[in-house]
């Protein structure tokens, strides 16, 4: 076994949302950061949701003011930080009279568009779905609706690009490296790292441990740490179905179910419709792994409810779940329990700190490493003051509405390659195109072709730059290509990366 000897100022463990942007937030304020992740970056929830930067219309319901108020003001300061995976969206509602009365659902969109700080969204309105474009694919008997905004986010992308941020700041950031256990020092904890890739171990120090494991959180606090965190966790699986595009416009819907649930269908990666989620209680991490057949046929019966054409099982071309690490408020059913965030501190300030981190949403990731951070000031006397609320994540360093003048700018320094291929890069890296196609003066320099509009070029980048390691890294989380490439396809991709494994720099 081998040891570091600089010892870290913070060791963060979970490379999911909150693990990335705490180690960013950290790492920014000057701390010597260390950041493990036992799989891959965004393995764990970060990649399953329903990918949303919302404030949450029906967390209104259950009088979260102060979250949904919270959230709603994250969207827009999201969308101009890094507004190449972050962009607008529009939710149509159909009027269900049996389910909520309209003067509820007017009052809910009048808070959601006034207490959250919205300057650039465009706020709430009726539908008349007998003549809106987005009444074509309802049944007859929708006839009217309401329209709102919330923002989308590639959810993946954006952890990624926090512990790209963290990296460039100074945090040493490690994936597939799980902290297997800690010890207590006299004024600081001993940590053992495993690097899965190779079965090495080594240790690490470090004053201050933040437990940002996720669904993983009691668990690590009891089997690694050593000690019963006094809050609980409740972890709540969420599945989504996509299936082929239903609907051809950009607009998303929200479809409320007679069991108080909402489901959405939003359009997703141009030729597909995703559908979710569900709420299921699990006891074991493993079983939120997957969907199950009962998930596929709520989501089936819930949406068919709505859309003339029944969705069917057979529809369906893929599937995801993940589960949601709850804190555990005593609330009654798992739709129920808050989506907030509790911060749970042990230790002094002198000695060996630990802060377990229970629930958050994506939306609120950056507020809680502010938190995180603020909660832990007194074990970092000289570090800065907060600073993520106004610094572009890594190729967001762009205007907030400008992502068609970058495209543009794009088509025309690289008139050699197809606009969809330079569209969807810009969607993923925005600014940092130009790190992958400088230097490339035709299609042949990008290299080997995987399929569709994959090559050799991005995938040395996503290496590089973004810790990329197997097929299933690049296809299913730094970019959702495994939708397009065939079988054939993806089998000569996880070769390749097999046989072409590069460190990141
Ligand atoms: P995770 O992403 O799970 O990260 C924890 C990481 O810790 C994992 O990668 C794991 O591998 C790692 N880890 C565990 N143990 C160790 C160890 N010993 N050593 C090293 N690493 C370890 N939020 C929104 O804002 N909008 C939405 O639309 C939305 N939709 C959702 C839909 C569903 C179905 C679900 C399940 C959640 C949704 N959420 C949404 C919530 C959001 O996705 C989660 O709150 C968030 O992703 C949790 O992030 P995390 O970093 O805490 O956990």
Redo the contacts with the bound molecule.
Sequence with gaps: MTSSTEPYDLAV???????CGIARDAAGRGLKVLL????DL?????S???????GGLRYLEHYEFRLVQESLSERERLWALAPHIVWPMRFVLPHNEELRPAWLIRLGLFLYDHIGGRKLLPGSHMVDLTKDVAGDVLRDDFRRGFEYSDCWVE?SRMVVLNAMDAAERGADVRVR????SVSRQDKSWRLTLTNHETGQTETADAKVIVN?????VAQ?AQS?IGMNSKSDIRLV????IVVPKIFDHERSYIFQNADKRIIFAIPYQTNFTLI??TDVEVDDLADGKKISNGEIDYLCDAASEYFKKPIQPADVVWTYA????LYDDGGGDAQQVTRDFVLERHGPSDGPALLN?F??????YRRLAEDVLEKLDDCFPEAGKPWTDSAALPGGDFPTQGFENLCETYYASYPWAPETLLHRLTRAYGTCVSDILDGASSMDDLGQHFGHDLYEREIEYLKQKEWARTAEDVLWRRSKLGLFLTPDEQTTLTDWMKAKHVEPV
Excluded: F, M, Y
């Design positions: 463990i979970g490379g999911g949302i909150n693990g493990c992740e036992q799989s965004a393995s764990g929830t970060s399953a949701s329903t990918k949303l930067i919302h959810d490296t799980g902290v297997t940002a494991a996720g669904p993983w690590v690694s699986k969420g599945s989504h979710g989620t993940g589960v949601r690490p981190v629930g958050g949403k994506l939306t609120t």
